[in-house]
């Protein structure tokens, strides 16, 4: 069997090569092939504690309620809840929330938190304009919203 060549190669192997340079337009190297680089957005500061109240659509039951941000790495926050249910029970739970600023200036906010069998998983989808913070939680059975402003420290 005569195989021919071409510049010194087998010529299967000269046109792989060339119709693989016509499908690609330049070979591969590492950085052509490397994940891409994700860059959080930069987000307005939203460290600090905020005041306001939480109010349940589906019951009707409303009460105080503080969240104190505390800013993680890539546009994320631990935000701690706290407050009043029936105006003497009190709640305290933590939630990681993730913002991300929009072009008019707000930022965004959304997460959730599972809080056991009998309360289930809360999710929340906020949006913060200024030193307002509004958001509507859900959960197995109950949703509301939360209704806070930037307390004077911060």
């Given at each position: ?142 949703t509301g919203t939360f209704r806070m ?6």
């Amino acid at each position: 069997m005569i195989h021919k060549t071409l510049l010194g190669l087998p010529a299967v192997a000269v046109v792989f090569a060339a119709s693989l340079w016509l499908i690609v337009g330049q070979p591969l190297n590492a950085a052509d092939t490397a994940p891409p680089t994700i860059v959080a957005q930069p987000v307005i500061d939203l460290t600090g504690t905020w005041d306001g109240q939480w109010s349940s659509r589906s019951t009707g039951h409303k009460g105080p309620m503080t969240a104190t941000f505390c800013r993680l790495d890539n546009g994320q926050y631990s935000v701690t809840f706290t407050g009043k249910f029936c105006a003497l029970i009190p709640f305290r739970y933590r939630a990681v929330l993730v913002a991300q600023q929009n072009p008019d200036g707000s930022v965004r906010l959304h997460g959730s938190k599972n809080l056991g069998l009998l309360f289930g998983t809360f999710r929340f989808q906020g949006t913060v304009t200024g030193n307002q913070f509004h958001a509507n939680y859900s959960s197995k059975s109950d949703t509301g919203t939360f209704r806070m402003t930037r307390s004077g420290g911060r």
